[in-house]
C-alpha cells in the first residue's frame, strides 16, 4: 500500500538536496535568497513526517519569513548580483 | 539488506547538507554565498538529530486525554533530539542576523563582497 504521506515525505528529502545545491549555484542572490526560503519549506514538513511537529512550526516561521528576509536587507544594501 | 526506511534518507540527506554546507562555506567566495552555505550547515545538523530520535510507527511525544501510559515510553519519539534543536534554530537565525551585519560594514569599508579581495585589504 502507497501512502500519499511518505510518498510526499520521499519527495521533501531529495527536495532539500536539490534546494541546497540549486541555491548555492545562483549568480543572482535575491534568487539564493528566495531558493533557501523554499528548501526550508521542505525541512519544515519533513521534521513534521519525523514526528517533531513543534521543530516544524518554528523552522516554517524562521526559515521562510526571518531568514530570507534579512538576507534581502543586506542585498538591498549592499549588490544585488556577485561580481566577477 | 538494509531497509530503506524515512529515518535512513533523512540521515543520508542531513549528511549531504552537511557537506555542501561545509564545501560551500569553504570554497565560495561571495560572503553572502558564505552566509548562506553556514545555513544550510547548520539545517543538516539539525536534521540528523531528529531523525536520531524517530522511531519507526511511532507517535508524537504529548499525552493525549484517554491514551495509555504503558505504551508510552515504547512509542514516543525522543525528545532530547528536538530540544536541542529548537534552541540552536533561534540561535542559528541570530547568530546569521549577526554575521549579515558584519557583511554590510564590511562592504561599507570595502566596496566589494569578494572575501579574496577583503582580505588584501585594499580599501575604497
Redesign the interface.
Known sequence: MIDAF?VI??IM??G??VG??A??LQKD?LR??FI?GA??VA?AF??H???????GL??AI??TV??PG??I???F???RH??E | MIEIT??L??FI?AG??VV??LG?MLF?D?L??K???F??LS?GV??AL??L???EG????ILEPGSSYLNFPNEA?LIFG?GI??TN??IG?ST??IL?AL??VL?RRYG???ASKVLKGERK
Open positions: 511518505m515525505s520521499y528529502v531529495v532539500i538536496t541546497a545545491v541555491a548555492l542572490l539564493a535568497a533557501t528548501e526550508s525541512l519533513l521534521f513526517a519525523l514526528l517533531a511537529p513543534d521543530l518554528t523552522q524562521v526559515g526571518l531568514l534579512i538576507i536587507i543586506a542585498i544594501k549592499t549588490r556577485e561580481e | 524515512l529515518q534518507l533523512s540527506a549531504l547538507l555542501i554546507g560551500g565560495l561571495n553572502i554565498k552566509i548562506i552555505a545555513t544550510l539545517d539539525n536534521l531528529v531523525s530520535g524517530y522511531v511511532g507517535i508524537v511525544p519519539t528536538p534543536v529548537l534554530i533561534v537565525v546569521t542576523a549579515i557583511t554590510m562592504y566589494t563582497l569578494k
